[in-house]
């Protein structure tokens, strides 16, 4: 079966980075898309980018370009997101979520990691 | 501020029909990018409820519909049920080349 099992809980200081990792399992790594979606507490849900996990390449939201890094490891099923410049307001819970297609083809997201939850506070 | 707009909440007695709406633009859903739908029950991860704007996929019941007109989409829940008592959220892609999501609606089972 499909899972995508994500890392724990961070606690970091404005200023920091934090990286996030997404191990996949049950389908073939690089036959889909993978996204980071965040959510702030008791907020909506916010899409920060794409990568691709066969050939690696990126796509970020406006908002976190500069900010964001996202890579994956194909030997070892999994996508990395690193965050940088970590700012009260990026508090939230972090989601993998997988897509067959990129998102300008009506990409979904047919499958999510259980979150990571990360803290920024000095 | 979200670039779908849904209404905050909703609400229905166990059994009644719900909808739920999904206001989009011309470089969204207007552009004919497909809408998905995703529940998220408390402290859980979204799960995909409706993909391409009317397709459930295997193990979602019935009861959930989807539909999309011009630069709208409609979320139906029929034979409300408690367990259906979640948010839902709205998803589409945007001409920025980027996903965008609803404000979500918090749907209350009476």
């Given amino acids: 079966q499909v899972q995508l099992v994500q890392s724990g809980a961070e606690v970091k200081k404005p200023g920091a980075s934090v990286k996030i990792s997404c191990k996949a399992s049950g389908y073939i790594f690089t036959s889909y898309y993978m996204h980071w979606v ?7 849900l916010e899409w920060m980018g794409i990568i691709n996990s066969s050939g690696g390449t990126t796509s970020y939201a406006q908002k976190f370009q500069g900010r964001v890094t996202m890579t994956r490891d194909t030997s070892t099923s999994t ?11 990026d508090t939230a819970v972090y989601y993998c979520a997988r897509s067959r297609f990129h998102v300008t083809a009506d990409g979904n997201f047919d499958y999510w990691g259980q979150g990571t939850l990360v803290t920024v506070s000095s | 501020q979200s670039v779908l707009t849904q209404p905050p909440s909703v609400s229905g007695a166990p059994g009644q029909r719900v909808t739920i709406s999904c206001t989009g633009s011309s470089s969204n859903i207007g552009a004919g990018y497909d809408v998905h739908w995703y529940q998220q029950l408390p402290e859980t991860a979204p799960k995909l409820l409706i993909y391409a704007n009317n397709n459930r996929p295997s193990g979602v019941p019935d009861r959930f519909s989807g539909s999309k007109s011009g630069t709208s989409a409609s979320l139906a829940i029929t034979g409300l049920q408690a367990e259906d008592e979640a948010d839902y959220y709205c998803q589409s892609s945007d001409s920025s080349l980027s996903a ?5 609606t918090k749907l209350t089972v009476l």
Wanted: charged share 15%; proline share 4%; net charge neutral.
């Fill in chain 1, 38 to 44: 965040r959510q702030a507490p008791g907020q909506g």
């Fill in chain 1, 79 to 89: 996508v990395h997101m690193e965050l940088s410049n970590l700012r009260y307001e």
């Fill in chain 2, 100 to 104: 965008v999501f609803g404000g979500g």
